[in-house]
């Protein structure tokens, strides 16, 4: 599975946005980093990355290491606590979803590689 379907399955199930889906991969996949170093490697404002990972924190899915920077929880779990906060706001029952369970099962790797350097 490619990374650009694993965002689609983001946007599409999860409902994240483009740029959170983005941002999400980014720090999942390469570690902790501040917003200015997300903007950089998407090449979109600090401020965009900022709003982007506050949006994600707000869902789970990061917690912030400092004022200045982000890191992605682990994305076994983070995936479904974020599909789980997404059907309790639209009121859509809270079933099991095997592309949600895929996304953190293929993106476990990445992370664990991105973090045992």
Do not use: W
Request: include cysteine.
């Amino acid at each position: 599975m490619s990374f650009s379907k694993i965002e689609n399955d983001l946007i599409s199930e999860i409902h994240l946005k483009p740029i959170q889906a983005k941002v999400f991969l980014l720090v999942t996949c390469y570690g902790k980093m501040s917003p200015e170093i997300i903007g950089q490697k998407l090449k979109i404002s600090s401020d965009q990355a900022k709003k982007a990972s506050e949006d994600l924190m707000a869902l789970g899915a990061f917690i912030d290491i400092s004022e200045t920077e982000f890191e992605a929880m682990h994305p076994r779990f983070t995936a479904v606590n974020m599909y789980r906060k997404i059907c309790e706001q639209e009121n859509i029952e809270f079933k099991r979803n095997k592309i949600v369970d895929n996304i953190g099962v293929i993106l476990e790797k990445p992370y664990d590689d991105a973090r045992t350097k």
